[in-house]
């Protein structure tokens, strides 16, 4: 049985603006090293999975920047969704996809994300041949978890059942969805709770057997789209899928699934929500900064100070506290590192102001 | 008898930086209006003197760029010390110019800055009206103070004394070098202190008198000077000037001086000495920031935000509160806006680095 990746690609290029933009998400920036989030995704799972059975799910607007910066991955592989849905529709947009290949043949499907830090490719490759095995073993939808580091109301989370006899597999209780501080605080003090990491690791046929099951409006497309993408009907898969409700994948399939499974994350990891992010995984100075290209701080700690101007521009600071300042050529951003996540509003009012110049 | 207008126009452009540079000082910087800050200094004052007798009294590497950008001053009128000394060389220069000029006639002299705010041109000009006929009439030397209205540390005082016959002008009783916080506060609160503002009025010979009673090693250069300049031998003119000690017309003369006299302001005005001040003379919008350019605030409060790089270029910020951010085509600044008065750290520490190239 072939498996696959499938990583999600598409954000709208928000939350690191002004690095980011529409047509320039945080996957295709060099956040948490020299390369782009997405070409280490690719890379840290490359060990497991070949190019060839890589797939890139994006949206339209995102399908030729991402061809054009993955050459190692077959540009048929970079596939555009015929419209912005949620999750459950995307993953049988690529449940199809691999079906197709596959020419009915059952396949193995690995669900990764494209812009979430994971600081240990090893155990990341452990974790994800467990869950793949699991899935394959005993026909279950698996998950990773990211065991919890603190009391997020921001993620969903996992409750965590019964191990399985499989080592690092446990059943799943309940899905949860983003909860308030008191209830965060007691699930990660119950130790009982993982983040839901948007990884998911089933068979095709799994899926499809779950989907039309559980979530019949979407998985009732999937021999349908199948059949589109096998004949390359590319108008009658566009209306298709077009007719499929805004759902996602935790919500329309996980939570009311039996049979889910979680393997409880051994990596590190950071979803690398806002510019905030960037002091927990990239070397700080003596005074606890994270600075990057030509600048000059006096005076100034716990800073975020990104020059992506070029070399002929210099960003200087003194007596600045933790804040963040983002250097583009045609825009410069500059907040307080605790309202980094508030950088979308920027983006809201650049919106309403027509510059989609600079989105 | 004519009058003469002088302007001190030198400066380092350390504390505007990065609008500010080597070659472009406050005083060319519009700041504080959409002309240039020495164009005001002359503006204000032509109702009263003809630019035929402004002369401008800067640095070499100042002196074309001051050329060029007034258009309206004879070129000769714009001279350039023959070396970095103080005040009171500076203003011995200009006396002998004048002298030169007049050919051995008596002449008035106001000495005024170039890059100070002053907030109300008539009220301004019937205080140096005040000040040259007092100078003029009683031979005295003259200088306009500033009412204090808070306890700057900054600042000289002057302990004013007895009022004079002639209304708007007072004896002097002593002036006060810069002090510290309690004493600074004393003086506000006893309404007999005012700041020195750096302007004087005094005739030509009134000068040359006291200078060479109080300060001969400068005051006896004046007649050098006068000739040198009258037969413009630049070379002997520069070699007496070099050899003119760095000492302050305050300390050197005003302090040791008597009949001095002074006219308390009844005009605003601010040093404008870094970029906080500039809130002090600038709209303000509804959240009292200062914004200058293109520039998209969101929950910004209190700050100063300047866009000199250019209508290409959007300056955004989030959440930002008390901020000076300075965005320019080759640097950037961020500072909290009560750190303003440290930015020339920022200058230091880039010349330690060799970056000439944006000072």
Redesign the interface.
Known sequence: MNSYVVIMAGGSGERFW?LSRMRKPKQLLALTSSSMMIEEAIDRISPLIPHERILIITSEVLQQPLIDALPGIPSENVIAEPAKRNTAPCLALACSVIRAREAGNDALMAVLTADHFIGNADAFRADVSRALTFASTYDALVTIGIPPTRPETGYGYIHVGEPTVVPGVSHVVEFKEKPDVATALDYVRSGRYVWNSGMFFWRTEALRAAMMSVLPEVGNAIDGLTDDLATQNAQHMSAVFHALPDISIDYGVMERSHNVHVVPATFPWDDVGSWDALERMRPLDATQNVVDGVV?V??TEGSIIV?A?GS??????????D?V?V?T????????K??AQ??K??VT??RT?D?HD?L
Do not use: F, Q, S, Y
Request: hydrophobic share 35%; with cysteine.
């Open positions: 002004p000059t006096v005076d020059n101007h002929a521009h210099t960003v200087t600071t003194v007596g600045l506290r804040t300042v250097v050529p045609d825009a410069t951003m500059v907040c307080p605790d309202r508030d950088v509003r920027i009012e650049l102001k510059r600079i």
